[in-house]
């Protein structure tokens, strides 16, 4: 089935029909209809109603046009033309170093894993021990973290 205009962004064309047709009725009430309750006149208050809601219907008409705009990948690549200034490689360096960063604090890269983390963790001392050097605790009172 080929997409018309109709079928594609469903949601915001019913949106902005719905809008119009509730701020249509309520601005013809509001003009035609004699609407006192205790004594004050409502039809004042339907008349901006039913306007405020038109108005807010077009929020629906623009999505809805938008996201019916049709372009190729031709027509975006002639059209496009990106430009590769300095700001753009800095952000783009932050943004890679960010992105190969995992939750841990640590930078994964093709299949290796190095601790950036500011602080050893706990039990991480005596690395010296495994590779065959005897490292002694520090003398004192306290032991250092």
């Given at each position: 089935m080929a997409l018309t205009g109709l079928n594609r962004c469903t949601y915001a064309l019913c949106l902005a029909?719905?809008?119009?047709?509730?701020?249509?009725?309520?601005?013809?009430?509001g003009?035609?209809?004699?609407?006192?309750?205790?004594?004050?006149?409502?039809?004042?208050?339907?008349?901006?109603?039913?306007?405020?809601?038109?108005?807010?219907?077009?929020?629906g008409w623009v999505f809805w046009y938008t996201g019916n705009i049709e372009i190729t990948w031709?027509?975006?690549?002639?059209?496009?033309?990106?430009?590769?200034?300095k700001l753009q490689r800095i952000v783009r360096k932050i943004s890679r170093s960010i992105s190969m960063r995992n939750g841990e604090g640590r930078i994964t890269r093709a299949g290796t894993t190095r601790d950036?983390?500011?602080?050893?963790?706990?039990?991480?001392?005596g690395h010296q021990e495994e590779r065959g050097s005897k490292a002694e605790e520090p003398q004192g009172g306290r032991a250092m973290d």
């Open positions: 029909v719905v809008l119009d047709a509730v701020g249509l009725v309520t601005l013809l009430v003009i035609f209809g004699n609407l006192q309750w205790g004594g004050r006149d409502y039809g004042d208050m339907l008349i901006y109603t039913g306007a405020i809601v038109v108005f807010a219907s077009l929020i031709e027509e975006l690549g002639n059209d496009y033309h990106p430009r590769d200034t950036i983390s500011p602080h050893p963790k706990r039990g991480d001392r």
